[in-house]
């Protein structure tokens, strides 16, 4: 890739938002961390950045889904449904990276909720009839992402419907130091990866660690030369 | 562990029930390996064996169950439900591995089925009311388990009610090189790592590899501590 991107994060002032936002930056895109509240969004960026100079501003939600090439979905499940409508309009046909695990808890531990449309990123298309919705990066610790010394050890497996747009999410992942791009197919395939994200919620819970997953037998050769034959397939895979 | 087991594999003539036959068997364990047709299950053997010395027969599925300390479940999803009622007896309060992935394939490629019980798992301990039912060995490629040549490199996600089931399980699948068990929690669980087969499928045709997966930042010292405080908690994890 190399090409710098403006990256919207919509929702984006959790452990998750903030994670990516940083990790974002330090590959060299521009970052608009948005929340429905631009003031509250302005003093996560100042308390994020220190003393650090990267190029991360936070704005509303709105204007950072505007601004941006590409728009990353961060709040939590429960906020979707009645957000997305609301920016249908300015998301248009952008590439939309649904990164929401709807999750619920009780005595047994994680779980999936039941969303009718399949799953959060599925609902998320649903509800942005023209956007490229794109699901990702569910498995990565937000703890991890949160932090610069270290490395995020996941595969980022990434599902959606558009050829272009899934090999624009993998390119993103792989800019993620510890990060790999695997393509997962198709977006329904996105509540397998949902629900996955209970299964190392639980493990993490179990064995008090920041889990991530690893597809093993995927040479790093391999993901690469597949994964530039599908970006070869599709044009630039740049947003349009 | 180090006790010898005698494992039943119902409907055992698939790549995958050869496959668990002849890792359990290289693991110390008696094996029988179960058919409908007892004499096809011999002929299978036969061929499994070659030259190898290894204590595997070939029986009826009945007699799979009923010789058994630990029973795997290894048909098609198609037959679980027709099969399972008729060993219920048999069965009785037995450890049961669940390893059926109820998968469909259509033009997207594969999917999960809809499994009223939730998961084939649930609806294995609906069928077997006093067994005690574990998923697990979703992830293991049945290529790579048939091959004794070759580790399996994938981690084995146990889920299951019954934590001393659980924890032999975890047991069994340590004792096959390159695996490692990895307790996953409550047996609801299983509707995730029978999803997150549809994914491993999906990967493996796309890059033409025999995938499985890794746990990441899960440390072996802390995986097999852990592991052995559920067996500590439990007894010791054997079958009753």
Known sequence: MGDQLTIGLLGGTGPQGRGLALRMALAGHRVLLGSRDPQRAAGIVADLLGD???PIEGVGNADAAAGA??????????????????LAEVIGDKVVVDVINPLGWDDQ?????????????EQAAALLPRARVVAAFHHAPPRLLADPERQ?????????????ARSLVLGLADQVPGCRGVDAGPLRVARYLEGFTAVIVGINRRYK????????RLGDDRRRRLNAQLRSATGSGGPR
Chains 1, 2 share one sequence.
Do not use: C, K, N, W
């Open 109 to 121: 531990g994680p779980y999936l909720l039941e969303v009718p449309e399949g799953s959060a990123a």
């Open 52 to 54: 650090r100079a990267l």
């Open 152 to 164: 995020v050890e996941t595969d980022v497996l990434v599902a959606g419907d558009d050829p272009a």
């Open 69 to 86: 090439d590409v728009v990353f979905l961060v709040f939590p499940f429960a906020g979707q449904a009645g957000t997305l409508p609301g």
């Open 209 to 216: 660690i920041h889990a991530g997953l690893r597809i093993s």
